[in-house]
C-alpha cells in the first residue's frame, strides 16, 4: 500500500514540475495542489506559482485560499506561496488585513512580517490599533521585521500596554529593530518575571550610565536567571558603547561580580550558553574579572563570528599568564579560538614566547603562521632570527618574515644581519635581499649592485626595489639599465623606480615602458608618470583612457589627475568607459573643476550604483547650490540605500551653501 | 531615546571597511562563487580580509577591490580571499556520531547495494585541507567491508592553497584532536617532531580537484557518487546559490544515494528532491530510489 502511495505521490509531484506555466489551465491546477495531501507536491505547486505570467492574479486566488478553513496544509502553502511572491503580494495581503475575520488579518500581517515590504509599514502600524489582540500581536512581529523609525516609535508607546504578551512581543521587535526606548518606560518591566529577560536585553541596548548601573545591579543578584539576562544585557550594551561608557561598563562590572562568590564558575558557564549577548556578556565579566584561568574559554568563544573583536580585547586584558597558558594549549584549541589566541598574543609577547611561536611555525595553519611569525619580530629576541630566516624561502610567508625581521633589527640588529649576510653568500631569495638591505642599509649596497646583474630575473628586479629602498641615486642609477631588460618584471621594478625618485627626466626614460608588450610594465609606467607629474607624456596618457583594459584605462585617468591636466573631453571619454571603476576615477580627477562637477550632476543617474554615489559625493564637495535640485531630484528617485545615503548627505552640504 | 543603535566591536589601527567598499567586495565574492556574506558581517569580512591586505602592502579595501578586479594575480587572489572568509574547523573524525551513523547504518545499505559491481564512489564536497576526505576512507578501511572494491573518495574544494594542503597528507596536533591514539598509528606515520602524514593505503583510496559547486558544468565532470558529504558548506551560500548546490547533487547521487550535511544544516524550504532518512544515530537525506518512477 504504502509503495502504491508513494508512486502515486512521485506522479502528482513529477505532473506538478511538468505544467506549462503559459497554459491557461496551470493556475487551477496549482492551486489545486496546494491542497494534496502530500508536502513535496503542496511546496513544487507553491513554487511554481511564481512563474505563473499573472502573478496579481496569482496573488488573489491564494489570498482566498488563506480563507478556506480546515485546509490547514493548503493555507499554509498559500502563506508560502505568497512569500514567494514578493511585491505582487503585497497590495492583496493589505487588503485582507482589514478583513471582518481577524484570522484572516492576522494571516495577512504574519505573511507582511515575512515579505518584509517597507511598503506595508503604515497599514501594520495601524494595525497596532486592531481590536482583536492576536492580530495586534502579530503586527508588532511583523513590524519587528520590517519596521523604520516610525514604527518603532510606534512599538515604543506600547511598552505601556496592560497585556504581558504584547509587551514581550514589543520588548522583542524593539530588540530585532536595535531601538533603544527611554529607560523610564522598561524599568518597570524588570519586575515581571515573563519580562524580564526581553526587557534586560532591551535595556542592553540603552548606552547610557543608569542603564549600566542596573545591569550591574542584576548581575549581583542571587537569582541565577536574573544574572544570565543581565549578561546578556551587559554584552549587548558593550557593544554599542562608546570608549567613556566602555570603561564605565568594566568598573560596574568588576565591582558587581567581585561581591559573586561563584563569579568565576558562573561567567565559565555563561560560554556554554546559546544566547550570542549572554556569552558576549561572559566576555566582558572575563575582562573584568582579569581571570587568567578563563582565557581558553574566552578563545573558544572566537567560534562566533560576532565575538572576534571582543575575544581579543578580552584576552589581552587578561595578562602574560594567559598568554602562556593559552600557547600551550594551542593544539587543543578551534581554529577560530588558535586565531584569536594569536591575534591577541601579539599585544603580550616577550622573549620566553620563541621556542613556542617557533613550533607553531612548524603545524599551524599559513594564516597562523603568519601571526606567529610578526609575534616572533616582536620578541626581541635574537633567538627568533633564525626560525625567521628560514621563512624566506617560503613564499607565503617570506614578506611577513621580511617585515618581522625588520622589526626584530630595531633591538638585535647585529644578529639580524649576521644571518642574512650568510644567506647572501648562497643563493638568496628575493625576501632574503629584501630583509637584507632593510637591515643592512647602505653596507648592503654592492651586495645589491652584483645581484642586478643576477641570472634570475626575480632576483634583479628584487634587488633594484632595494636599492632604491637603500639609495635612491643608486637605485636610478639601477633602473635605467633595467628599464631596457628583456624580463617584464625587471623592466616593471625599473618603471616603480623612477617614479619614486620622481626625477624630471622621468618623461623621456619612461616613454618607451609606457609602449611596452607587457601590460603589467605599462600600469608601473602609467602610475610612474602620475608620481612624477611628468607634463609631456600627457598626450600617451590621454589616448590610454579609452584603452579596453579598465585597470590601464583608470590609472590613466588617475595618472593625468596627479600630473594635474585633465581635459574635459578627455574625462568625458573616461566617463564613457563601460568599466565603473573608470567613471569613478572620472569623477574623483574632475572632482574641482566645473567641467567635473556638470559630469557628477550626468551621471547621477548612471547605471551602476557606486557611479552613482560617487558622483553625489562629489557634488556635495565641489557642487554650487545650482546642484541642489539636480541631486533632490536623484534622491527621490533613488532606489539604492547606499546610493541614498551619499545623496542625503550631499543634498545637505549642498543645503548649507 | 531615538536613533537606531548597531552592536559593533571596534578594532585598533586596520583599515576601516566603507559600507560601499563592503557592497563592492561582497558583490565581487558573490558573483565569482555564490558566497554570500551577510550584511551584519561586514566587521567580519574587514578582519577576515586585512591580513590579505597586509600581505600584498595595500592600503584600503577599494585598492584591494581594484587590485581583486585588475591584478594579473587576480585569480589567485580572489581564491585567498573566499578562503579567508569561509574558513571553518576541520579535523579528522570530526562530528563522531554522524560518523559512526554512516559507518553502522549506511555503509552495509552500500556495500549491499554496490556488491554486484564491487564500486564504492564518495563525494567530500568542500574537503578543504582534506581531513573530512581522508577520515571517509579511514572509516571505509576501518569497516573491512570494501577490501578489494574499486573505491574513490573524491575532495573538491574552490581553493587551490587549500587543496596542496590536502594532496600533501601532513598535519599537525590540532587536526587529530579528535583521533584516538589507536588510529593514529594505524593510519598515519610521523613527520618529523610536530606532524603525522596520512599513510599511502588510505591515500590510494582519495583524490581531489578543484571546483566550484555553483559551477553546473564543472560538477558534471564528477562522478556519479553513492554518497555525499558536504557539511557546514552550504551555510556560506544564498538560498537560491544553496538550491543550485542541491540541484547539482541531486543530479551526481546515484538514486538511492546519500547526502550528509552538517548538524546545524536542513533542506527546509529549499529542495524536494531528497526524503529525509531517520537513522538511528543520525538524520540524512536520501535521493528517492528509481523504482518510485517506474512504470513510466
Given amino acids: 500500500m504504502s509503495q502504491v502511495l508513494a508512486f502515486q505521490e512521485e506522479e502528482r509531484y513529477q505532473a506538478v514540475l511538468g505544467l506549462d506555466p503559459a497554459d491557461t489551465g496551470t493556475l487551477d491546477a496549482l492551486i489545486a495542489g496546494l491542497h494534496d495531501e502530500s508536502w513535496r507536491v503542496r511546496r513544487a505547486s507553491a513554487e511554481s506559482l511564481r512563474r505563473l505570467p499573472s502573478l496579481a492574479e496569482v496573488a488573489s486566488r491564494l489570498v482566498a485560499v488563506l480563507g478556506e478553513r480546515g485546509e490547514t496544509g493548503a493555507r499554509n502553502a498559500a502563506a508560502e506561496a505568497l512569500v514567494g511572491l514578493g511585491d505582487p503580494a503585497v497590495g492583496p495581503l493589505l487588503r485582507l488585513l482589514r478583513h471582518a475575520d481577524p484570522d484572516q488579518r492576522k494571516f495577512a500581517a504574519d505573511i507582511l512580517g515575512q515579505l518584509g515590504r517597507r511598503s506595508a509599514e503604515s497599514a501594520l502600524i495601524e494595525a497596532l490599533e486592531d481590536p482583536d489582540l492576536n492580530v495586534r500581536v502579530s503586527a508588532v512581529e511583523a513590524l519587528g521585521r520590517v519596521g523604520s523609525e516610525a514604527a518603532a516609535r510606534a512599538l515604543e508607546s506600547l511598552l505601556k500596554e496592560p497585556d504581558p504578551l504584547l509587551r514581550l512581543a514589543v520588548l522583542e521587535a524593539l530588540i530585532q529593530l536595535h531601538w533603544p526606548p527611554p529607560l523610564p518606560g522598561v524599568v518597570p518591566l524588570l519586575a515581571d518575571p515573563q519580562l524580564r529577560r526581553s526587557a534586560y536585553r532591551v535595556m542592553g541596548l540603552i548606552p547610557q550610565v543608569a542603564a549600566t548601573e542596573l545591569i550591574s545591579r542584576g548581575l549581583a543578584s542571587e537569582v541565577r536567571s536574573i544574572r544570565e539576562a543581565a549578561l546578556g544585557a551587559l554584552g549587548t550594551q558593550a557593544s554599542v558603547a562608546d570608549g567613556a561608557l566602555r570603561a564605565e561598563i568594566d568598573s560596574q562590572a568588576r565591582n558587581a561580580l567581585k561581591r559573586l562568590p561563584d563569579a568565576v564558575e558562573f561567567v565559565s558557564q555563561a560560554f556554554e550558553a546559546e544566547d550570542v549577548p549572554v556569552r558576549a556578556g561572559a566576555l566582558v565579566a572575563a575582562g573584568a574579572l582579569r581571570e587568567p584561568s578563563l582565557a581558553v574559554a574566552v578563545a573558544e568563544a572566537a567560534r562566533e563570528d560576532r565575538l572576534l573583536a571582543e575575544v581579543i580585547r578580552t584576552l589581552s586584558r587578561l595578562g602574560p599568564e594567559a598568554g602562556r597558558e593559552l600557547l600551550g594549549r594551542m593544539a587543543e584549541l578551534s581554529l577560530p579560538a588558535r586565531a584569536a589566541a594569536a591575534q591577541a598574543m601579539l599585544e603580550m609577547v616577550d622573549p620566553s614566547y620563541v621556542p613556542a611561536l617557533s613550533a607553531l611555525l612548524e603545524w599551524a595553519e599559513d594564516d597562523l603562521r603568519a601571526v606567529a611569525v610578526k609575534a616572533l619580530g616582536r620578541t626581541q629576541s635574537p633567538e627568533a632570527v633564525a626560525p625567521l630566516v628560514a621563512l624566506l624561502d617560503e613564499p607565503a610567508l617570506a614578506g611577513a618574515a621580511v617585515r618581522a625581521l625588520g622589526v626584530l633589527s630595531g633591538g638585535c640588529r647585529e644578529a639580524v644581519l649576521a644571518a642574512l649576510e650568510k644567506v647572501m653568500e648562497g643563493q638568496p631569495s628575493p625576501a632574503a635581499l629584501a630583509a637584507f638591505a632593510h637591515a643592512g642599509g647602505t653596507t648592503a649596497l654592492p651586495a645589491l649592485r652584483r645581484l642586478a646583474r643576477a641570472a634570475d630575473p626575480l632576483l634583479r628586479a628584487a634587488a633594484l626595489d632595494a636599492a632604491m629602498d637603500v639609495d635612491p641615486a643608486v637605485g636610478l642609477e639601477l633602473a635605467r639599465g633595467a628599464l631596457v631588460d628583456e624580463a617584464a618584471p625587471v623592466r616593471a621594478a625599473g618603471a616603480r623606480a623612477v617614479g619614486r625618485v620622481g626625477d624630471t627626466s622621468a618623461g623621456t626614460l619612461l616613454k618607451r615602458a609606457l609602449q611596452d608588450e607587457d601590460i603589467a610594465v605599462q600600469l608601473a609606467a602609467v602610475d610612474a608618470l602620475g608620481e612624477c607629474g611628468a607634463a609631456e607624456r600627457v598626450p600617451e596618457l590621454e589616448a590610454l583612457v579609452g584603452h579596453p583594459d579598465g585597470a590601464l584605462a583608470g590609472r590613466a585617468v588617475r595618472a593625468l589627475a596627479r600630473i594635474g591636466i585633465v581635459r574635459a573631453e578627455v574625462l568625458r571619454e573616461a566617463a564613457r568607459h563601460e568599466d565603473a571603476e573608470v567613471v569613478k576615477a572620472a569623477l574623483q580627477a574632475g572632482a574641482v573643476s566645473a567641467e567635473g562637477v556638470a559630469l557628477a550632476v550626468q551621471l547621477l543617474s548612471h547605471s551602476g550604483w557606486d557611479v552613482r554615489a560617487t558622483a553625489a559625493r562629489v557634488l556635495g564637495d565641489s557642487g554650487g547650490r545650482e546642484s541642489l535640485e539636480a541631486v533632490r531630484s536623484a534622491l527621490s528617485a533613488e532606489q539604492d540605500a547606499l546610493a541614498r545615503r551619499a545623496l542625503s548627505d550631499a543634498v545637505e552640504r549642498l543645503s548649507r551653501r | ?296
Fill in chain 2, 1 to 296: 531615546m531615538g536613533a537606531r543603535v548597531a552592536p559593533r566591536f571596534e578594532d585598533e589601527g586596520r583599515p576601516e571597511m566603507s559600507a560601499e567598499e563592503f557592497r563592492l567586495l561582497r558583490d565581487h565574492v558573490y558573483s565569482h562563487c555564490g558566497i554570500l556574506v551577510r550584511e551584519d558581517m561586514k566587521f567580519v569580512m574587514e578582519r577576515r580580509l586585512w591580513p590579505r591586505l597586509e600581505a600584498l602592502g595595500l592600503r584600503d579595501f577599494s585598492m584591494y577591490h581594484r587590485y581583486l578586479r585588475y591584478d594579473a594575480q587576480r585569480r589567485a587572489e580572489l581564491e585567498a580571499a573566499v578562503e579567508a572568509l569561509t574558513t571553518h574547523e576541520t579535523y579528522f573524525f570530526r562530528e563522531p556520531a554522524q560518523l559512526r551513523a554512516f559507518s553502522e547504518e549506511v555503509l552495509p545499505v552500500l556495500q549491499q547495494r554496490n556488491a554486484a559491481l564491487q564500486r564504492l564512489r564518495i563525494w567530500s564536497a568542500g574537503c578543504s585541507t582534506g581531513e573530512e576526505a581522508y577520515t571517509l576512507a579511514m572509516l571505509l578501511k576501518e569497516s573491512r567491508r570494501f577490501e578489494g572494491w574499486d573505491v574513490e573518495v573524491h575532495g573538491t574544494d574552490i581553493s587551490r592553497r587549500v587543496l596542496a594542503t590536502a594532496r600533501r597528507a601532513e598535519y599537525g596536533p590540532s587536526s587529530l584532536r579528535a583521533t584516538t591514539p589507536e588510529q593514529v598509528s594505524r593510519f598515519f606515520e610521523p613527520v618529523g617532531t610536530n606532524k603525522v602524514r596520512v599513510r599511502d593505503e588510505v591515500r590510494a583510496w582519495v583524490s581531489f580537484g578543484q571546483l566550484n559547486l555553483l559551477d553546473a558544468e564543472a560538477c558534471q565532470l564528477v562522478a556519479r557518487m553513492d554518497a555525499i558529504f558536504c557539511r557546514n558548506v552550504m551555510i556560506y551560500f544564498d538560498i537560491p546559490a544553496r538550491k543550485r548546490v542541491l540541484q547539482a547533487f541531486s543530479e551526481r547521487l546515484v538514486p538511492g544515494g546519500y547526502l550528509l550535511l552538517g548538524h546545524s544544516e536542513n533542506l527546509l524550504n529549499l529542495s524536494a528532491d531528497f526524503e529525509l532518512v531517520h537513522l538511528r544515530g543520525d538524520l540524512v537525506y536520501r535521493k528517492p530510489e528509481l523504482t518510485l518512477k517506474g512504470g513510466r
